[in-house]
């Protein structure tokens, strides 16, 4: 028996085609726009994640100025509170009057201490005429060492450059170191050499006494000027004596 196979050909119409081709053209523009979707999905996590790893930073560094900024301030009550009562007239001697800059020179304290001279300061007015010296670290027995035997930066940037460059130094009430600083007016003239053996005059503008625990005179902000600021303790120790400087 014969099988007689019929097949029945289906007609596709052209509107039955331009309907397969827009289902087409919808399907793969859904995919795309999900595509689309999923990536702005991924990129908006990802600009979140790295805004809040950058958060993280700026907080991590926030508390470590913070943190440093508190130490400063320990450091400055220790080292200036009620200790200004002699000064060792064999380091004076040796730093006053130094011509030679080289802060790559390391010299050791005879308590082991170590720094180097990065500029000096000299103010005619009141015959100041020391170097600055930096230690290597932030401790307040590092720092009351080397007070004993120059000013010594306390905060901010190297000597002559943008910001504001804060120098500490005892008040010993006998015209040694910075005893005579409370003296200045506005208007003086600090001058200092920094390392490249570049000298810059600076105006004193402000003078002003502060509590031991205010710290407030080594902020930065300085609107990209280059400023100095003198830091040392009244006659009876009390408070803090700030002196500060624009280069000219």
Known sequence: MNQILVTKKLYITPELKKKKKAYKAYFFLSVFLI???????????????????????????FNQENAELANKKNILVAVLDGTDEGTNSDSTTTQ????????????KTDNGYTYSTIASINIPKINVNYSI?????????????????????????DPNTVGNF????????NSKFFSKVPNLK??????????????LRYSVYS????????????????NDKKEV??????????LRVIVKARAL
């Open 35 to 61: 595509c689309i979707l999923i990536s702005v999905y991924i990129y908006a996590e990802y600009d979140r994640n790295k805004s809040e790893e950058a958060s993280a930073s700026l907080l991590e560094d």
């Open 186 to 199: 506005n208007g003086d003239i600090i001058e200092i050499t920094d390392s490249n053996n570049k000298t």
């Open 207 to 222: 003078k002003y006494e502060v509590d031991p625990n205010d710290i407030s005179c080594i902020d930065q902000n300085t």
């Open 229 to 238: 600021t003198l830091i040392t303790c009244t006659n009876d120790s009390k």
């Open 96 to 107: 006053k009057n130094q011509s030679a800059i080289n802060k790559n020179k390391k010299v």
């Open 133 to 157: 010296i930096d230690g290597e670290t932030d401790s307040v027995e590092e720092t009351d060492a080397l007070l004993k035997i120059s000013p010594t930066k306390f905060w901010g940037p």
């Open 166 to 173: 804060c120098v500490v130094g005892h008040n010993y009430r």
